[in-house]
């Protein structure tokens, strides 16, 4: 349930010529199901194959075909729902959707609409430290994706790709609870964040394999409030959906636009028309595609070909034991186990394989230092060279061999970065690093105190006026970690230093 720290954010209000108005958006998520083969078939789920080459017979609905359940997509579809704190339904039951489009080549699509397999479960959306916003889920149902036309191959043909057909997608429907641009894509965010945790989708949104359809409405300061007393949809604005959105940045442009230019029809006396949305990039606007249909206009009905879909709550069960730590949890740990702050936390456990890679690195040592060392050093180097943590060319145990010597007093921050350059580009053990170029920290206080002496000796002058400030003691400094080759125990010599100037 929500933690009751966290502060729920302000609605974006937005101003009308004549009124103050908010926004209302419910989201509804296609992603598609990591799984090897299609829901109803054997066939390959692989991307980028050669057009055609990844149908079954019964993808491309032929005479005879019949469905048969992939238990692994159902299994996947569980683990979904357990890990948005959901209701999972033991029995939901298909329907065919019935619509005509070229990519679909059964003439309807095998969906769930009346008795989805996850029920009403709930997201955590951080909108920053100690800021968040509770979003409901309203269910999740299983169904199958349709192909895709190709028009830009031949100026008088169209062609179909039936690859995508037969796909397993979640359809992922949130309730009208997010309140702002900024809400909509850090709630995709976090949702993609949990699946990828999860193991239940990819979320590579440049592929299509998250992609979403954005409802979008507005109403006057107070309406929305109403709503949530009597959950009665009277209260809001009529919504439009924005069709198959893939990038977050898209996703607020659209929103933004879709806003005003409803406030603008409302406020010269105009009517929403409930409908069906594209949004143009390149122009920044979103553009009618058609009329909103209604559920009754698809002539939904039970599909005959597949028994309802009942399942065991001790198989529920197995898989709730299986889950892993899912982010929210994740960083909390973070703060609590390596002492971190919620930012370095939430940085850290963006993605899993960076939260393990950080692991690694922090294992009995200290945690703060070892954050600033991973998202500082490693993280910075890995973008600015476009590569992700599983392409490091330094491994979270040198990473954290590096970190130990500098708790160890064995080599000085500025060191540590030299060692990790060459680590990071050659491999070596950061430790065989520093025995064999000769870096290792001088803490001996007989060497530092003679480049001490040295120092102070050399320089009369400008012992004289330390003496008289006492902030140009780091002058000294500077000049003792110069003559050492920067090997010299920092704090060693600031003390020394201080002593012998009798400051």
Not at 422 to 439: F, H
């Given at each position: 349930?929500?933690?009751?720290?966290?502060?729920?954010?302000?609605?974006?209000?937005?101003?009308?010529?004549?009124?103050?108005?908010?926004?209302?958006?419910?989201?509804?998520?296609?992603?598609?199901?990591?799984?090897?083969?299609?829901?109803?078939?054997?066939?390959?789920?692989?991307?980028?194959?050669?057009?055609?080459?990844?149908?079954?017979?019964?993808?491309?609905?032929?005479?005879?075909?019949?469905?048969?359940?992939?238990?692994?997509?159902?299994?996947?579809?569980?683990?979904?729902?357990?890990?948005?704190?959901?209701?999972?339904?033991?029995?939901?039951?298909?329907?065919?959707?019935?619509?005509?489009?070229?990519?679909l080549p059964q003439g309807y699509q095998i969906s769930?609409?009346?008795?989805?397999?996850?029920?009403?479960?709930?997201?955590?959306?951080?909108?920053?430290?100690?800021?968040?916003?509770?979003?409901?889920?309203?269910?999740?149902?299983?169904?199958?994706?349709?192909?895709?036309?190709?028009?830009?191959?031949?100026?008088?043909?169209?062609?179909?790709?039936?690859?995508?057909?037969?796909?397993?997608?979640?359809?992922?429907?949130?309730?009208?609870?997010?309140?702002?641009?900024?809400?909509?894509?850090?709630?995709?965010?976090?949702?993609?964040?949990?699946?990828?945790?999860?193991?239940?989708?990819?979320?590579?949104?440049?592929?299509?394999?998250?992609?979403?359809?954005?409802?979008?409405?507005?109403?006057?300061?107070?309406?929305?409030?109403?709503?949530?007393?009597?959950?009665?949809?009277?209260?809001?604005?009529?919504?439009?959906?924005?069709?198959?959105?893939?990038?977050?940045?898209?996703?607020?442009?659209?929103?933004?636009?879709?806003?005003?230019?409803?406030?603008?029809?409302?406020?010269?006396?105009?009517?929403?028309?409930?409908?069906?949305?594209?949004?143009?990039?390149?122009?920044?606007?979103?553009?009618?595609?058609?009329?909103?249909?209604?559920?009754?206009?698809?002539?939904?009905?039970?599909?005959?070909?597949?028994?309802?879909?009942?399942?065991?709550?001790?198989?529920?069960?197995?898989?709730?034991?299986?889950?892993?730590?899912?982010?929210?949890?994740?960083?909390?740990?973070?703060?609590?186990?390596?002492?971190?702050?919620?930012?370095?936390a939430s940085v850290l456990t963006a993605e899993h394989?960076?939260?393990?890679?950080?692991?690694?690195?922090?294992?009995?040592?200290?945690?703060?230092?070892?954050?600033?060392?991973?998202?500082?050093?490693?993280?910075?180097?890995?973008?600015?060279?476009?590569?992700?943590?599983?392409?490091?060319?330094?491994?979270?145990?040198?990473?954290?061999?590096?970190?130990?010597?500098?708790?160890?007093?064995?080599?000085?921050?500025?060191?540590?970065?030299?060692?990790?350059?060459?680590?990071?580009?050659?491999?070596?053990?950061?430790?065989?690093?520093?025995?064999?170029?000769?870096?290792?920290?001088?803490?001996?206080?007989?060497?530092?105190?003679?480049?001490?002496?040295?120092?102070?000796?050399?320089?009369?002058?400008?012992?004289?006026k330390a003496k008289q400030n006492p902030k140009l003691?780091?002058?000294?400094?500077?000049?003792?970690?110069?003559?050492?080759?920067?090997?010299?125990?920092?704090?060693?010599?600031?003390?020394?230093?201080?002593?012998?100037?009798?400051?």
């Open positions: 349930m929500l933690d009751l720290s966290y502060e729920t954010p302000k609605p974006k209000v937005i101003a009308g010529a004549k009124h103050d108005w908010e926004l209302v958006i419910g989201m509804e998520v296609h992603a598609q199901v990591a799984s090897k083969a299609k829901l109803f078939s054997g066939a390959s789920t692989e991307f980028g194959a050669e057009p055609n080459s990844n149908v079954a017979f019964v993808d491309a609905a032929m005479p005879g075909m019949l469905p048969v359940v992939n238990e692994f997509c159902v299994e996947q579809a569980v683990r979904t729902g357990l890990g948005l704190k959901a209701k999972i339904n033991l029995r939901s039951a298909f329907d065919r959707k019935n619509y005509f489009y070229p990519d769930q609409l009346y008795h989805p397999i996850v029920g009403e479960g709930e997201i955590l959306v951080d909108m920053g430290p100690g800021v968040a916003r509770l979003v409901r889920v309203e269910r999740i149902h299983i169904e199958q994706d349709a192909g895709k036309s190709i028009h830009d191959m031949d100026p008088n043909m169209s062609f179909v790709d039936l690859n995508r057909t037969g796909v397993a997608l979640m359809e992922i429907v949130s309730r009208p609870d997010i309140r702002g641009p900024e809400e909509a894509a850090a709630y995709i965010a976090k949702l993609r964040q949990i699946l990828r945790y999860l193991g239940t989708c990819d979320g590579n949104m440049q592929n299509g394999n998250l992609r979403a359809d954005v409802n979008v409405s507005v109403c006057r300061p107070g309406q929305y409030e109403k709503y949530q007393e009597t959950q009665d949809f009277s209260h809001l604005g009529t919504r439009c959906e924005i069709k198959n959105m893939n990038s977050m940045r898209f996703i607020q442009q659209a929103i933004d636009y879709e806003a005003r230019r409803q406030i603008q029809i409302l406020e010269s006396g105009g009517e929403i028309v409930q409908e069906t949305r594209l949004y143009d990039p390149d122009k920044g606007e979103t553009r009618s595609m058609r009329s909103k249909e209604e559920a009754h206009d698809y002539r939904y009905f039970p599909d005959p070909d597949l028994l309802p879909l009942e399942i065991e709550q001790a198989w529920v069960d197995d898989i709730a034991a299986s889950l892993p730590e899912l982010p929210d949890e994740k960083k909390a740990r973070f703060v609590k186990e390596f002492g971190l702050s919620e930012y370095d394989e960076n939260a393990a890679f950080f692991e690694r690195v922090a294992e009995g040592r200290d945690g703060k230092l070892a954050a600033n060392w991973v998202i500082n050093e490693l993280f910075g180097r890995l973008k600015k060279e476009g590569h992700d943590i599983t392409a490091s060319p330094i491994s979270p145990e040198n990473l954290g061999r590096i970190v130990g010597l500098i708790s160890k007093g064995d080599i000085s921050g500025k060191i540590a970065k030299d060692v990790f350059e060459i680590a990071y580009t050659s491999g070596r053990d950061p430790e065989e690093i520093v025995e064999t170029e000769g870096m290792k920290q001088v803490t001996d206080t007989g060497a530092i105190e003679a480049a001490v002496d040295e120092v102070i000796a050399a320089n009369p002058a400008q012992v004289e003691a780091g002058w000294f400094v500077g000049q003792v970690m110069k003559a050492t080759g920067g090997k010299a125990n920092p704090a060693a010599v600031n003390q020394m230093v201080t002593e012998k100037l009798g400051l």
